[in-house]
Every structure is written in C-alpha cells, then in structure tokens.
C-alpha cells in the first residue's frame, strides 16, 4: 500500500520569513496530493491541494510543487504569520477510489 | 449548508467496554472515511463507506468495525476497548466524484 513519509516533524520560523515542508510517498501510481492544516483544538482543513498533470500551484502565500519522478511533493509558505502555527499534514491518494494515505504530520510555530 | 457532524464530542469508557461514534456528512456527500488521530501517529486511515459499502479498509484489527445507512450517516463501533483505542476520532465525507475530504470536530475516546 501507499507510506507517506513527512519532514520535519517540528519547524520554527520566524514571522516574515519562509517555512517548507516536504513529503515524499512510495505509489508511483497516486495522483492526488492534499495539504490539511489542523489549528490547535480544530478539524483538519484542506489548504492546498496538487494533481499528478501539474508540477506547481500557488494560492496566495502558498505554494505546493510536485516532483513525480523523485516522488516527493513540499508545501511553501511565505511571508508567515503567527496565523500560520498549526500542524500541517500532507496526504496522497492513487487513481479511482483508493484511500487518503497521510503523512505523521508537521507542527509549525511562527516566532514573533 | 451544514458541516460534517460528529457525536459525542467526548466519551469516557473503560477496558472491555464497546463503544459507538455517529458521523453525518455534509448534505449530498455519499463517501464517509474514518481515521484515528494520536500524537505523533498523525491521521491513520479506518475505512471507508459510499453508499452504505465498505470501499476501503485500513489496517486495524477486526475490533474495529463500521457501517453507513442509507441517509449516508455513518456509524463506527469498537469493542473490547483497549487503553491504547484512546484517540481523537475524524470522520471526513467528500462529494460525488470530487477528492477533498470535509472533516468533523471528532470525538476524544478517553479508555480507563
């Protein structure tokens, strides 16, 4: 089945500069790669979200590239903001309707 | 248009007892998943319901059990609860043909 493996686990940054996180996953058949930030004592929310014909997408201060040869997929947040602390956790889901597979997730903290 | 409602918020059961948890999906969302959030575990993937079938399972033991009706709320049973079941339980629905899933405030299973 799918693994999703996720890096790093924990991330500081200080507000204004630029976080990254990555993932990496093991079907070379997924096509879907989601991007969920869960708030402190919240649900998880859908933030980004990349398909397997697309190498790039960009929403704001997001962005999420997509390496299919390597099999590996980051998260870019830039200009942050103590608004962006949160656990980020990415997830990848192969053809048809096959499972979300998630990875351990990332607890992001933007330092004032 | 309402979000993904689940029931209770939080339970407090001991060793050996079963437990039932209530998910209702967003209106017209036929595709319930579940997961089993603890720290550091991330979101580890239960199963899923579309249209009251079982489309996808993960890897929990059989203790671990669902089923959907046909208004697509979903229900998850455990039995024989162990002390390592305490978890932040998640159901997510996702709309026909569509990939985000829209997830709940879950339910705390606390196991005395």
């Known amino acids: 089945g799918e693994n999703v493996e996720q890096h790093p686990s924990t991330l500081s940054v200080q507000e204004g500069d630029s976080a990254v996180i990555k993932c990496t996953y093991s079907d070379s058949a997924s096509n879907y790669f989601p991007w969920y930030k869960q708030e402190l004592g919240k649900r998880p929310q859908l933030i980004i979200d990349?398909?397997?014909?697309?190498g790039e997408k960009k929403d704001q201060r997001i962005a999420v590239t997509l390496n299919k040869t390597a099999k590996h997929f980051s998260l870019h947040i830039t200009e942050t903001q103590p608004e962006d602390s949160a656990v980020y956790f990415c997830?990848?889901?192969?053809?048809?309707?096959?499972?979300?597979?998630f990875g351990t997730g990332t607890r992001l903290t933007i330092i004032p | 248009k309402a979000g993904v409602t689940q029931t209770p918020r939080y339970l407090i059961k001991t060793r050996g007892q079963q437990v039932t948890l209530s998910c209702s999906p967003i209106s017209g969302h036929r595709s319930v998943s579940w997961y089993q959030q603890t720290p550091g575990q991330g979101l580890q993937f239960l199963f899923e319901y579309f249209s009251e079938t079982q489309r996808n399972k993960g890897n929990f033991p059989g203790r671990f059990s669902g089923r959907q009706f046909s208004n697509s709320r979903s229900e998850m049973n455990v039995s024989t609860l162990e002390l390592g079941d305490s978890a932040l339980y998640l159901c997510?629905?996702?709309?026909?043909?569509?990939?985000?899933?829209?997830f709940g405030a879950g339910t705390r299973l606390s196991v005395l």
């Open positions: 990349i398909r397997s014909n697309v």
């Open positions: 997830a990848a889901q192969g053809f048809g309707n096959e499972k979300l597979t």
């Open positions: 997510a629905s996702s709309p026909p043909l569509g990939s985000i899933q829209y």
